[in-house]
């Protein structure tokens, strides 16, 4: 009797044990806070469901660390707790797990109109007491999950959207689709490749100007291009502005100019040019604005024996809106020497031609956009590209047509005495030019 009662205590104490465990476990599995489910069940419910289709949101809380800092975990907690509330009632048959501080992942079974639960929850939101006396809002980055790809790597095309969002104030959820997933991952690895290939796999193109009057060739302008073994053409639309978030844009600048200097030298000295030829290149206001860049650009012409009337340094609008005075300053340096400076990119804005006049600029390069508005509406467009034309000849400066790509346009730049063109019809940029 004494040993079948020792056994049913032993064994009543292992079931106790086991519930205990049973109860810890399921503690675990729910955040104490939310009552929804933890980091631990999430990374539990990725492993199991990786051939599951559907669709992985990822939500942020905007302005919840402010409201942690200024007013105090509890009102933050409050906070957290009525988007758990919401969540539940949106996503009332999928998974809600609060995976950190005021992070969620939720995976919805049903893949159809996922906008629809989007806007309920924005309208929950906007709708409380709560969130609008603490102004919190959310941001929510969604990827259409198949059953080739794992949950975990769902939540990171959804957290690539979220970033997206963070760097454009205007939209507030995004859907991670496979374009964008695919141009995300091309801009990062853009991005670590860089700055290592600007010396070693960038080079210049030149694309040619023509005197319009009697179609000689009066110049070129140097373009940066960068080919790569791996990811193979790479458009300036993609690398610079990349470039010039990471500060690193007066690399390209600096390369192109050498490349152009050099290049203006080997053809006068072969005589494949005239000695009145220009090339031009371009220069980012972060390079202008560099303690170096006058030396530098003297330097050079010093060192290929090149006279500055044979250079033509582009700059733009915008340069001389951020810092005109520290602008004009250096580009009659430049004029000092003897360099041409051309206006690039010009429309027909009022700021722009008001500049103009003040500038020490010899020649102002009209942007396509102008022809392509001709071709739009030719009888207003005509009379802009005219008007601007006068503007132009009465401030004593030349004009170059850019994106000249029709005979039309042409015979009217010539009809309208336009000195120069440059465009697809009359030269592509080219690597070997007059090699």
Same mark, same amino acid.
């Given at each position: 009797?004494?040993?079948?009662?020792?056994?049913?205590?032993?064994?009543?104490?292992?079931?106790?044990?086991?519930?205990?465990?049973?109860?810890?476990?399921?503690?675990?599995?729910?955040?104490?806070?939310?009552?929804?489910?933890?980091?631990?069940?999430?990374?539990?419910?990725?492993?199991?469901?990786?051939?599951?289709?559907?669709?992985?949101?990822?939500?942020?809380?905007?302005?919840?660390?402010?409201?942690?800092?200024?007013?105090?975990?509890?009102?933050?907690?409050?906070?957290?707790?009525?988007?758990?509330?919401?969540?539940?009632?949106?996503?009332?048959?999928?998974?809600?797990?609060?995976?950190?501080?005021?992070?969620?992942?939720?995976?919805?079974?049903?893949?159809?109109?996922?906008?629809?639960?989007?806007?309920?929850?924005?309208?929950?939101?906007?709708?409380?007491?709560?969130?609008?006396?603490?102004?919190?809002?959310?941001?929510?980055?969604?990827?259409?999950?198949?059953?080739?790809?794992?949950?975990?790597?769902?939540?990171?095309?959804?957290?690539?959207?979220?970033?997206?969002?963070?760097?454009?104030?205007?939209?507030?959820?995004?859907?991670?689709?496979?374009?964008?997933?695919?141009?995300?991952?091309?801009?990062?690895?853009?991005?670590?490749?860089?700055?290592?290939?600007?010396?070693?796999?960038?080079?210049?193109?030149?694309?040619?100007?023509?005197?319009?009057?009697?179609?000689?060739?009066?110049?070129?302008?140097?373009?940066?291009?960068?080919?790569?073994?791996?990811?193979?053409?790479?458009?300036?639309?993609?690398?610079?502005?990349?470039?010039?978030?990471?500060?690193?844009?007066?690399?390209?600048?600096?390369?192109?100019?050498?490349?152009?200097?050099?290049?203006?030298?080997?053809?006068?000295?072969?005589?494949?040019?005239?000695?009145?030829?220009?090339?031009?290149?371009?220069?980012?206001?972060?390079?202008?604005?560099?303690?170096?860049?006058?030396?530098?650009?003297?330097?050079?012409?010093?060192?290929?024996?090149?006279?500055?009337?044979?250079?033509?340094?582009? $700059?733009?609008? #915008?340069?001389? =809106? +951020?810092?005109?005075?520290?602008? @004009? !300053?250096?580009? *009659?340096? /430049?004029?000092?020497?003897?360099?041409?400076?051309?206006?690039?990119?010009?429309?027909?804005?009022?700021?722009?031609?008001?500049?103009?006049?003040?500038?020490?600029?010899?020649?102002?390069?009209?942007?396509?956009?102008?022809?392509?508005?001709?071709?739009?509406?030719?009888?207003?467009?005509?009379?802009?590209?005219?008007?601007?034309?006068? $503007?132009?000849? #009465?401030?004593? =400066? +030349?004009?170059?047509?850019?994106? @000249? !790509?029709?005979? *039309?346009? /042409?015979?009217?730049?010539?009809?309208?005495?336009?000195?120069?063109?440059?465009?697809?019809?009359?030269?592509?940029?080219?690597?070997?030019?007059?090699?």
């Amino acid at each position: 009797m004494g040993n079948s009662l020792m056994i049913l205590i032993f064994i009543a104490f292992q079931v106790a044990i086991f519930f205990k465990y049973l109860r810890i476990k399921n503690q675990l599995k729910r955040d104490d806070l939310t009552k929804l489910y933890s980091r631990k069940s999430y990374n539990e419910f990725c492993k199991s469901n990786n051939n599951k289709t559907g669709v992985t949101f990822l939500l942020n809380l905007n302005n919840f660390r402010k409201v942690n800092d200024l007013h105090g975990h509890e009102d933050g907690d409050l906070i957290l707790q009525e988007t758990s509330i919401f969540l539940k009632s949106v996503f009332k048959k999928d998974k809600i797990f609060r995976i950190s501080g005021d992070e969620f992942y939720i995976f919805s079974y049903n893949d159809k109109n996922p906008i629809y639960k989007i806007e309920n929850l924005k309208e929950l939101f906007s709708n409380s007491f709560l969130m609008k006396k603490y102004n919190v809002s959310f941001t929510l980055g969604y990827h259409k999950k198949s059953n080739c790809i794992s949950s975990e790597e769902s939540l990171k095309c959804s957290d690539m959207a979220i970033n997206a969002i963070k760097k454009n104030s205007e939209i507030w959820y995004k859907e991670a689709t496979s374009n964008f997933i695919e141009k995300t991952r091309r801009n990062k690895r853009i991005k670590s490749l860089l700055e290592n290939s600007i010396n070693t796999e960038f080079y210049a193109v030149f694309q040619p100007k023509y005197n319009l009057s009697d179609n000689t060739l009066s110049g070129a302008e140097a373009l940066a291009r960068w080919e790569n073994t791996d990811l193979k053409f790479i458009s300036p639309a993609e690398f610079i502005p990349l470039a010039e978030k990471m500060g690193i844009v007066y690399k390209i600048d600096y390369k192109i100019a050498e490349e152009a200097i050099k290049k203006v030298a080997a053809l006068l000295e072969k005589k494949a040019v005239t000695k009145d030829f220009r090339l031009s290149f371009n220069m980012s206001s972060e390079t202008f604005m560099r303690e170096d860049m006058l030396p530098y650009i003297f330097d050079l012409l010093e060192f290929y024996k090149v006279d500055g009337t044979n250079i033509e340094i582009e $700059i733009t609008e #915008s340069m001389i =809106l +951020k810092n005109s005075k520290t602008t @004009i !300053e250096r580009l *009659e340096k /430049l004029k000092e020497k003897n360099i041409f400076i051309s206006m690039d990119d010009f429309t027909a804005g009022y700021s722009t031609v008001g500049l103009l006049a003040t500038l020490p600029v010899d020649i102002v390069k009209f942007d396509r956009s102008l022809i392509l508005a001709m071709n739009e509406d030719k009888q207003k467009g005509k009379v802009i590209y005219k008007g601007l034309v006068k $503007i132009m000849k #009465s401030l004593g =400066l +030349k004009i170059v047509a850019e994106g @000249i !790509e029709k005979e *039309e346009d /042409l015979e009217f730049l010539i009809q309208n005495s336009v000195e120069y063109g440059q465009g697809f019809l009359l030269g592509k940029p080219q690597r070997d030019f007059l090699n």
